[in-house]
């Protein structure tokens, strides 16, 4: 072992991070350790999680049931090829899943992260019909979405900072107004009248435009989406990367509305954040539509890692935890984000604080959007003041795991409220 000195020394001179401007970006944050709430530096603070490692952990870091899990399967089974071998992980975890699903998704394609969980839900979509021999090569999304970082993924995705180096590279999408801003069923319901019989499917977050701001939009609107695509006979993508888990509240935000979408991506919170691991669920009738004595009906897509079977048996121990218990933690969280946030809502700087299940956010007053300075200075204060935060430009929100307790985060929404007051 080196000292961290040493190592961070070696993480300058070496590695490339994501989402990272390295000529203005402070040093990363030196991390050799993590429990529940809490990440330990080698420098030897300890910081409150409240952003759940980028949505990721869900129960807390370190579980001992997970951490078990992956140690007993890492010995066991480690790695096989997914095409042509299965393993018990897989399976049950499929089963697992399709036993906690809305109803109708029994089919589970296992991929490695959100944005492959996204690209094999429209590649799906789009064969489906192409299967079928129909001609529906259209996909509806919505302004301000954000549906991963691979090219399908971006091209679905809303057009922006994140998008413009690439923007003649993407394929067009019917775009939807954001639900929060827009009249999003009308406009696919005009979109359907005009061309609905080549539209494949509409990708939506439901209830929530995550990176694209936490905006947090009403369920009778996804429940008319979903009745206008079941008419139409087009079907609807859910991307529940983010929302997925208990987020919302319940296991699913599609659950929240009541609804029942036709596929369905999962990634984030699959694994209970330890391990990176995707998947997409579909409907059987979608996964018939692939069934077929032409090998050229075949969904012509995998991983090196598909389903690798750590980080199945990681999802198989983290669905364990989304017990009764965790339903309570989930419920103590949201009440405290409403009291903070009630707290916070007269303050000058603060607009349009708003709460779903466990993720709460509000904007700072000023210059808007994912490049506005204040994130990266409200971040730098939190850090200094033992709190990980990372705002989405002047978007800021608080998005824990479920370990995290009412004290941690009247220490998380002080640290706020003091940068508001200091800046
Ligand atoms: C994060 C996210 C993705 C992409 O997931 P990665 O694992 O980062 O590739 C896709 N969709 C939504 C809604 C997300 O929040």
Redesign the pocket.
Same mark, same amino acid.
């Given at each position: 072992m080196t000292a961290p000195a040493d190592w961070a020394a070696l993480d300058a001179r070496y590695v490339w991070h994501p989402y990272t401007q390295h000529a203005t970006a402070p040093l990363p944050v030196p991390v050799v350790r993590a429990e529940g709430a809490r990440i330990h530096t080698a420098d030897g603070r300890v910081l409150v999680d409240a952003i759940s490692s980028w949505?990721v952990t869900l129960h807390g870091h370190a579980h001992p049931v997970i951490a078990h899990a992956i140690a007993e399967q890492a010995r066991t089974l480690d790695q096989v090829i997914f095409a042509g071998c299965t393993h018990e992980p897989a399976a049950r975890l499929a089963a697992e899943l399709v036993a906690v699903m809305p109803p109708g998704l029994t089919r589970v394609f296992f991929s490695d992260? *959100?944005?492959? $969980?996204?690209e094999v839900a429209v590649k799906a979509a789009l064969q489906f019909w192409r299967n079928r021999g129909e001609a529906r090569p259209l996909i509806a999304a919505v302004e301000h979405a954000?549906? !991963?970082?691979t090219f399908g $993924?971006m091209s679905v995705s809303a057009r922006g900072t994140f998008t413009d180096a690439f923007a003649d590279r993407l394929w067009a999408v019917e775009r939807l107004p954001d639900p929060t801003e827009g009249d999003t069923v009308a406009a696919l319901r005009a979109l359907i009248d005009h061309r609905g019989t080549e539209l494949a499917a509409v990708i939506v977050?439901p209830l929530l435009l *995550?990176?694209g701001g936490m905006r947090m939009w009403p369920e009778h609107t996804l429940r008319a989406l979903a009745e206008c695509c079941a008419k139409a006979h087009v079907l609807l993508i859910a991307?529940e990367?983010?929302t997925g888990f208990g987020r919302t509240g319940p296991l699913f935000a599609c659950a929240r509305a009541g609804v029942a979408p036709d596929i369905m991506?999962l990634?984030?919170g699959l694994t209970g954040g330890a391990l990176?691991l !995707?998947a997409t669920v579909t409907t059987e009738p979608i996964f018939e539509g692939f069934r077929s004595q032409d090998r050229r009906q075949t969904l012509f897509h995998g991983h090196s890692y598909t389903a690798n079977p750590v980080a199945c048996a990681a999802g198989r121990a983290s669905l364990t935890l989304l017990d009764a218990d965790s339903g309570r933690r989930r419920e103590v969280i949201e009440s405290a984000h409403r009291e903070h946030l009630a707290r916070l809502a007269p303050h000058p700087r603060v607009r349009r604080t708003r709460v779903l299940g466990t993720v709460a956010a509000f904007d700072i007053d000023g210059e808007e959007g994912y490049l506005s300075a204040v994130g990266g200075e409200l971040a730098a204060f939190a850090l200094r003041n033992g709190v990980l935060l990372r705002p989405l430009g002047n978007v800021v929100y608080v998005l824990p795991p479920y370990c995290t307790t009412a004290d941690d985060l009247a220490v998380v929404y002080r640290v706020i409220e003091r940068f508001l007051e200091w800046r």
């Open positions: 949505w992260d *959100g944005s492959t $969980a996204v954000y549906h !991963g970082d $993924a977050e *995550g990176s991307d990367v983010l991506c990634s984030k990176p !995707g």
